[in-house]
Each structure stands twice: as C-alpha cells, then as structure tokens.
C-alpha cells in the first residue's frame, strides 16, 4: 500500500527585532513561511502550496502578519528611560534590557545605569536562572518561575542566603 499525503513545514525566512503588539515592547522575532508538501511514506517530496507567512514574536509566541514588520522600532540606545521602563514592565529581564542597549551601541556602564534607574529599587531575581525583573513582573520569562513571594523583600528558597535581588545587578 502506498501511503500518500501532504503536510506543512515551517521554514525561517528571517530574524531580528520589531515591536510586538502583544507585548507592547521590542521583541525577537522570527518570520517563517509556511509551504505545503507533498509526502510519500510521510516524507515531504516537493511544495504543493506556499500557505503563508508569519511573523512570530520570541516571548509571547503570538503569530502576526508580515505587515507587522512594516514599522521599525526606533534604536532602543535613543528610547530613553520611559521605554526601558515599558520593556521592563512587559517582562524583559534587566540583563536583556542591559544586553539590548550594549548591542545598539551604548557602552556597559551607562547601559547598566539606564537599566538600574528605569527598574528602581524593587526588583527580584528568578532563583533558577538569575534573571532579574522589576517587581511588576509575576514570573520569570524565561523558565516561567514565579517571582518569589513578597519578592524583592523575601528570600530566595534555595541557595547561599543573598537576598532574592541578588545577581549580577548587584
Ligand atoms: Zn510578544
Ligand atoms: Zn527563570
């Protein structure tokens, strides 16, 4: 017997970094197309159909339409402390935050300042992978741990006893 039939692969078309309307912050994307193939023994053959493209955000994984591209985000060096402040609230650790402004070209130093007075004082640390958040943040984005209860004032449940805050941002 033969066994026939199609099915639909993804294939990554590009990467990079736009302004998701799910999380009203600037994200990782990556933009896949999504082709239909043939298959013999369920091994895809050749494309029947090119069915779409999408455009995925890395954090809230929401699907969008190519066009969502359209709009670049402005440099996040030039977005000052309000929009870091904006990223830190929609759930990017500070070292993202911090990681995001040295990659657009500002130097360490200043891009741990701007990141440490946009978080302010009230900030956690998630115990498993040390990615800091603003107290805003309920969980970690990262490996979804929830923010230690009574957060930035509590202990971390496991671990030398340094306060939940404590990590490189310390
Ligand atoms: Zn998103
Ligand atoms: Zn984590």
């Known amino acids: 017997m033969i066994i026939w039939g199609w099915r639909s692969r993804n294939r990554e078309l590009s990467a990079g970094e736009f302004h998701c309307p799910g999380c009203d912050a600037i994200r990782e994307y990556r933009q896949f197309r999504v082709t239909k193939y043939f298959t013999l023994y369920f091994i895809p053959l050749f494309p029947i159909q090119t069915l779409g493209e999408y455009v995925e955000c890395q954090l809230c994984r929401r699907a969008y339409n190519e ?6 985000p402005e440099p996040y060096a030039e977005s000052g402390p309000d929009s870091v402040r904006r990223d830190l609230e929609s759930g990017t650790p500070l ?18 300042d701007l990141v440490l007075s946009a978080a302010g004082e009230e ?36 671990g030398p006893a340094r306060r939940s805050g404590s990590s490189d941002f310390d």
């Open 123 to 158: 900030r956690w640390a998630c115990v498993d992978c040390r990615l800091s958040y603003i107290d805003d943040v309920p969980r970690c984005a990262n490996c979804h741990g929830e923010a230690p209860r009574g957060s930035s004032r509590a202990l971390p449940k496991r």
């Open 95 to 112: 070292e993202v935050a911090r990681r995001k402004l040295v990659q657009a070209g500002m130097d360490q130093r200043r891009a741990q």
């Open 67 to 72: 066009t969502v591209l359209e709009h670049p």
